[in-house]
T-cell receptor, first 114, second 110 residues
Framework: DAMVIQNPRYQVTQFGKPVTLSCSQTLNHNVMYWYQQKSSQAPKLLFHYYDKDFNNEADTPDNFQSRRPNTSFCFLDIRSPGLGDAAMYLC?????????????FGPGTRLTVL | GEDVEQSLFLSVREGDSSVINCTYTDSSSTYLYWYKQEPGAGLQLLTYIFSNMDMKQDQRLTVLLNKKDKHLSLRIADTQTGDSAIYFCADRSNDYKLSFGAGTTVTVRA
């Protein structure tokens, strides 16, 4: 089945130790998104790729970076995780940007920072 | 950014109807969405409504939109235990960005 896959599902890292989260999709969608969802809060968009074009949200900390080496894969890099970065990280894809295009979400990676 | 607000908790008896309410501030929203999140899972699109509609029905789900009051509701008829989840209201604030509410945790009791 076509889907959005996130690995790992659970990630534990140490304070300040770089960590990379992975997202892959078999949908061949142009757009890939990364959201951060803290406990009992709304998912918050960090950035998105439209094809190879990276679009950062204005309030996304510099500590968060992303790479999209090809259509299928997108990575979220946290350069120096702090305790406040513990959250669920959700990857989503959509065929195109625009209100009529559904975003398909992966199951998320829960990040714990010790 | 655009604000989307919803109540945090709802408890409902199995077989009853659930109504989840949401308010938003962006008058230019074109689509409004309801997503469901089960424990440990990602967000699943349940339904959406275009801003020029007042109501949309899809099996057990009914979405009502009051554009004047910027109020959106989701009614689940004959609520089942499998409906226990967090429900997120979202609006499209520009051509790509979804603005989510904090989610309503629905608990279905026997």
């Amino acid at each position: 089945d076509a889907m959005v896959i996130q690995n790992p599902r659970y990630q534990v890292t140490q304070f300040g130790k770089p960590v990379t989260l992975s997202c892959s999709q078999t949908l061949n969608h142009n757009v890939m998104y990364w959201y951060q969802q803290k406990s009992s809060q709304a998912p918050k968009l960090l950035f998105h790729y439209y094809d190879k074009d990276f679009n950062n949200e204005a309030d996304t900390p510099d500590n968060f970076q992303s790479r999209r080496p090809n259509t299928s894969f997108c990575f979220l890099d946290i350069r120096s995780p702090g305790l406040g970065d513990a959250a669920m990280y959700l990857c989503a894809t959509s065929p195109e940007r625009g209100a009529g295009h559904e975003q398909f979400f992966g199951p998320g990676t829960r990040l714990t920072v010790l | 950014g655009e604000d989307v607000e919803q109540s945090l908790f709802l408890s409902v008896r199995e077989g009853d109807s659930s109504v989840i309410n949401c308010t938003y501030t962006d008058s230019s929203s074109t689509y409004l969405y309801w997503y469901k999140q089960e424990p440990g899972a990602g967000l699943q699109l349940l339904t959406y409504i275009f801003s020029n509609m007042d109501m949309k029905q899809d099996q057990r789900l009914t979405v009502l939109l009051n554009k004047k009051d910027k109020h959106l509701s989701l009614r689940i008829a004959d609520t089942q235990t499998g409906d226990s989840a967090i429900y997120f209201c979202a609006d499209r604030s520009n051509d790509y960005k979804l603005s989510f509410g904090a989610g309503t945790t629905v608990t279905v009791r026997a």
